[in-house]
């Protein structure tokens, strides 16, 4: 009965400074089909709109997206593709609704144009693009040594994956939640996981949040692009219920990112900064996934 409990879907989002909006219009639109008995059925499918983002008077992508936190996705968008340092000085993000634009302005005006040449497509949902050096700006970062408690872990999974979300409403969509400890803050949602780790990038740089002590979890695969994002940013975690790529491993054993993968109930598997891990909870007193695959060892 206690499993049970913990596998109930909780209503009370109170406890995020921002949670999914499962509920809102302007996010899905209802259609009408017919199922595998011809039956006629009405759902909510996501809806996808683009959004066009400049820095200053530069051009830089057009983005296809669900359309909610169009400045946060602009702002972490070009901090993550190193076209916004720390230090830059931003006077305006302004944002127009009717033609979809967002116009993100800093005190020194910067032009982009060989960066915008080298464009590299990702493995991202609805396709992530990044431009220039995949690597850039990685050879120097140095991520915080900081620990993470398996209690810790395992309480946000169940907390996350029981959370009303806008994938539970209508699904073809990705969530990344920003964590501290066992509580999640934040929660995005996009047709594209890339976006959604954009939007987290864009709240802490536009609310001046620090990166030290966070973790980021991710319902998408464990990419050499989220890698790279995460470490981007300066979180020193990165989990998610799904697996891994070869390049995502590598990248993060380079910078020294702990990858945690195939969370799913009981099961977890670190492939990357292990040394961070508190491992202060016991497996076996953990609610198991229903939803688990029969075969043992299967890709997640």
């Not at 195939?262 to 016991?282: H, N, P, T, W, Y």
Request: charged share 25%; hydrophobic share 35%; aromatic share 6%.
């Amino acid at each position: 009965m206690e499993k049970e409990r913990q596998l109930a879907r909780i209503d009370d989002t109170s406890a995020y400074l921002i949670a999914p909006s499962p509920h809102a219009s302007r996010l899905t639109r209802g259609v009408q089909g017919t199922d595998q008995d011809g039956k006629t059925v009405a759902l909510n499918v996501v809806e996808e709109r683009p959004l066009t983002i400049y820095l200053n008077a530069q051009e830089i992508v057009t983005a296809m997206t669900i359309g909610d936190y169009p400045e946060y996705l602009a702002l972490g968008f070009l901090r993550n593709q190193g076209m916004l340092k720390a230090g830059d000085d931003i006077t305006g993000v302004d944002y127009d609704e009717e033609i979809e634009t967002v116009v993100v302005r800093t005190k020194t005006h910067t032009t982009f144009e060989e960066k915008l040449k080298k464009k590299t497509r990702t493995s991202g949902c609805a396709v992530g693009t990044v431009f220039g050096d995949m690597m850039e700006g990685l050879e120097g970062i140095t991520l915080p040594a900081t620990s993470v408690r398996t209690s810790d872990l395992y309480k946000l999974a169940a907390t996350i994956n029981r959370t009303p979300s806008l994938y539970l409403e209508a699904g073809a969509i990705h969530g990344t939640v920003l964590c501290q400890q066992d509580r999640p803050l934040v929660y995005m949602e996009d047709v594209g996981r890339h976006n959604a780790v954009d939007k987290i990038a864009g709240w802490m740089l536009s609310e001046k949040v620090p990166a030290d002590d966070k973790v980021l979890y991710t319902t998408g695969r464990l990419t050499s692009e989220m890698v790279i994002k995460t470490s981007m940013m300066g979180i020193p975690v990165l989990a998610s219920r799904s697996g891994f790529t070869a390049w995502g491993v590598e990248i993060a054993q380079q910078v020294g990112l702990t990858l945690i993968g195939r969370m799913k109930g009981q099961r977890f598997v670190c492939l990357s900064g292990e040394d961070r891990l508190i491992r202060d909870a016991d497996p076996s007193k953990i609610a198991d996934d229903p939803r688990k695959s029969g075969r043992k060892g299967a890709a997640q």
